[in-house]
């Protein structure tokens, strides 16, 4: 079966550790992460991450029930199929002069993306969206040169209704994990 790339998105405590426990899993089962976020949730104390691999359906599958059972993990889910909703945040710093500055803005302004500094030689991009407009602007300003870019990797979740952190957390009190 060939590699397909997944979504993970996991609601974690917020406790030490716990992505060096959740990464090791991926390691040992041989898988490179993409992209790996982690933030603060809607409730204080946890934290959801979203962890973006290529593998095998059933491979993943295999670490997703094992990082189900790291005791700082309240849920964990791979919503590579459901209807979800991603998006990447981007800063990209290009070189810029006077003579092209107002051809790097309608570039930026067509992808409805921002400049967030200006400086003698460059202008700094932040463009948000899903990974395909982020290469696609970053593949139009590379003919200006590309000094510098940072990118946060994909952060993803379902549409719809979803359970919250704490009702999340007092399900997982009824499981008993030692």
């Known amino acids: 079966m060939s590699p397909t ?3 993970i998105v996991a609601l974690v405590e917020d406790r030490p550790g716990v992505l060096n426990r959740m990464a090791s899993l991926f390691r040992r089962r041989g898988f490179n992460i993409d ?15 979203t962890i973006v691999v290529d593998g095998a359906n059933t491979m993943v599958e295999q670490v997703r029930k094992q990082l189900d ?5 309240v849920k964990v889910s791979d919503i590579t199929g459901q209807d979800i909703i991603c998006r990447e945040l981007a800063l990209i710093k290009v070189k810029s002069t006077p003579a092209n500055r107002s051809e ?29 407009k982020v290469n696609s602007l970053y593949n139009l300003l590379r003919a200006f040169g590309i000094k510098e870019i940072t990118r946060t990797g994909r952060i993803a979740m379902t549409r719809g209704g979803l359970a919250t952190a704490t009702e999340l957390q007092s399900s997982k009190e009824l499981k008993t994990k030692e």
């Open 104 to 132: 790097i803005m309608q570039i930026v302004d067509i992808f409805r993306a921002k400049i967030v500094d200006v400086a003698s030689d460059s202008l700094t991009v932040e463009v948000t969206g899903d990974e395909e």
């Open 5 to 7: 790339k997944h979504t």
């Open 35 to 49: 992209s790996i976020a982690v933030g603060r949730s809607e409730t204080p104390g946890f934290s959801r991450m």
């Open 69 to 73: 059972k790291v005791i700082d993990v």
